[in-house]
């Protein structure tokens, strides 16, 4: 059996994936609320094929419970967050759930961390942990390190189809682990050591936010110049060896925005890029805030209250709002003591901030300059209704006459 320990996005969808793959699973989370959601029927997120997918694990006997399980087999996929003034992975959810395992675990059991981790963090924090309740790693406790790569919005299809990486102290522990997530992952599964399963993690999330904030440079520059970036991005990538991403409003979620200053709060000196890349695209929102009231003089707009920020999740089609450059914006806003501008979001149903709408009529009756920050689904279907508005389109994905760009 197999007790996956941290039942949120990441943890959900993987032990759904086993358990509906023949593995006998347990997850358990400390949210009471969550497990009696779960326990109840119902996902506690919105995503793709997640729905079904609980279906089929329910059906092949999954349960939740907030109690850890005595087991052989734990996978740990528990928050990560960084200390926002050392940018240091801060790693006391992941060292207070192996401090529970601890408790219970059998000898001989696997601890299986899939939680994201700056390189090192499993030797620093993690083995002593073991260490300290007296087990002897490699003979008592196996540890593995097992980082996910799903995308949000995507995440069942890349859960079956992704190649993963698993580190392991032990060759033979790493193919049994990887025998496990084969069990449903048809992709390619590398076994390497752990310390490069934790740096192979960060450096993906890495090498994206680096080129995100290239795209944002760029965007930058065309702005000073008023060249069209997007003309200019999609006729560079017509080059065999160019391929630009797409700037934006901003870098949110829970991994992009957050992976890469691990880097730069344990080596300051030498990850000077992904410095400056993150500062990059941490300052988008303050970009399109400028932008905003440019408009808006250009308009003769004067009051904020009549503009609207479409979206306010971290990217289109997912419900998830952390780290969302909309919520970054509202916040350098509230600086400025002007108005509050209105808010809606179509995949945020409960209020999370002043001035939001919950229907996209009467949020755009009430808004003059209509600023789209996520370009979720709905708005690109609901496009025509922006005819009669001023419109700040920060994807291009509105090709109404007059739109604005950041
Ligand atoms: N974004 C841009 N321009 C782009 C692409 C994205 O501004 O061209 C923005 C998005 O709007 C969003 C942010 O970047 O605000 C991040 O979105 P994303 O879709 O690029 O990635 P995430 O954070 O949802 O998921 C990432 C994925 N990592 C990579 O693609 C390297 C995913 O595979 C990881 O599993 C996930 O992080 C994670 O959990 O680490």
């Given amino acids: 059996m197999i007790n996956v320990i941290g039942l949120g996005y990441i943890g959900l969808p993987t032990a759904l994936m086993l358990a509906s793959h023949g593995v006998e699973v347990i997850g358990t989370d400390y949210n009471e609320e969550l497990v009696a959601t779960l326990n109840a029927g119902k996902t506690t997120f919105k995503e793709n094929g997640l729905d079904e997918l609980f279906a089929d694990a329910l059906k092949s006997g999954i349960r939740f419970s907030t109690e850890y399980q005595v087991t052989d087999t734990y996978i740990i996929s528990v928050p990560t967050p960084y200390d926002k003034f050392s940018k240091k992975v801060d790693a006391c959810y992941i060292i207070s759930a192996v401090k529970s395992v601890m408790q219970i675990c059998p000898k001989g059991a696997t601890v299986v961390i899939e939680s994201t981790v700056s390189p090192g963090t499993i ?6 942990v073991i260490e300290e309740n007296g087990f002897v790693i490699g003979e008592d406790i196996n540890l593995v390190h097992a980082p996910e790569r799903i995308i949000p919005g995507n995440m069942v299809h890349e859960l079956l189809h992704n190649d993963r990486t698993i580190g392991a102290d032990d060759k033979t522990v790493g193919e049994k682990i990887k025998a496990l997530y084969a069990s449903f992952c048809e992709g390619e599964i590398v076994v390497t050591d752990i310390r490069t399963a934790e740096m192979t993690k960060v450096v993906e999330n890495t090498f994206r936010a680096v080129n995100i904030a290239f795209a944002n440079e760029l965007a930058k520059i065309c702005r000073h110049d008023n060249m069209d970036v997007y003309e200019i991005i999609r006729i560079c990538n017509m080059h065999p060896r160019v391929n630009i991403l797409q700037p934006g409003p901003g870098v949110g979620g829970h991994c992009i925005s957050v992976d890469p200053w691990f880097l730069v709060g344990d080596y300051p000196s030498l990850a000077k890029v992904i410095d400056e890349s993150m500062k990059t695209n941490d300052g988008m929102p303050d970009f399109v805030l400028n932008r905003i009231y440019e408009i808006m003089q250009e308009n003769g707009i004067k009051d904020t209250a009549r503009v609207g920020l479409y979206g306010l999740t971290y990217k289109e089609n997912v419900d998830d709002i952390r780290e969302s450059p909309t919520l970054q914006l509202l916040e350098s806003q509230a600086r400025h003591l002007a108005a509050p501008l209105k808010v809606y979001d179509p995949f945020i149903t409960e209020d999370a901030v002043e ?26 279907e609901n496009m025509d209704k922006l005819s009669e508005k001023i419109v700040l389109d920060c994807h291009n994905i509105c090709d109404l006459p007059g739109v604005y760009h950041i």
Avoid at 363 to 380: A, P, R
């Fill in 355 to 380: 001035n939001q709408y919950h229907d996209l009529d009467e949020f755009l009756s009430d808004t003059d300059l209509v600023v789209i920050m996520v370009k979720h689904n709905e708005i690109k």
């Fill in 123 to 128: 030797d620093k924090f993690i083995r002593p």
